[in-house]
């Protein structure tokens, strides 16, 4: 089992930044990729951003150009910088990633409990 633990949401104003960080620990063999994902209100989740094991990044294009994400695998911990935050950008934030727990093992998505990030006035 693989645990997340995500910190940095909060409340910032528009064109202002947050950093949220994710740390993965528990049955861990190799991590595929992490990333982020969100939920606002009355939508769907969503992706935001990942970045695989050679360090390969993908964006939604929402964010592209505000938004970075980083990982440190010797501390299996992954970063989202985000810039320029906008009204939409309202929601909550999941730490997301894929691994295995073995060198045979399946892999296996696992999800964080979710950070607020509200961009208001």
């Known amino acids: 089992q693989v645990q997340l633990v995500e910190s940095g949401g909060g409340l910032v104003e528009p064109g202002g930044s947050l950093r949220l960080s994710c740390a993965a620990s528990?049955?861990?063999?190799?991590?595929?990729?992490m990333g982020w994902y969100r939920q606002a209100p009355g939508k769907e989740r969503e992706l935001v951003a990942t970045?695989?094991?050679?360090?390969?990044?993908n964006y939604a294009d929402s964010v592209k150009g505000r938004f970075t994400i980083s990982r440190d695998t010797a501390k299996n911990t992954v970063y989202l910088q985000m810039n320029s935050l906008k009204f939409e950008d309202t929601a909550v934030y999941y730490c997301?990633?894929?691994?295995?727990?073995?060198?045979?093992?399946?892999?296996?998505?696992?999800w964080g409990q979710g950070t607020q990030v509200t961009v208001s006035v």
């Open positions: 997301n990633t894929k691994s295995r727990a073995t060198s045979i093992s399946i892999m296996r998505d696992s």
């Open positions: 528990g049955s861990i063999f190799f991590i595929t990729s």
């Open positions: 970045v695989n094991s050679v360090g390969g990044t």
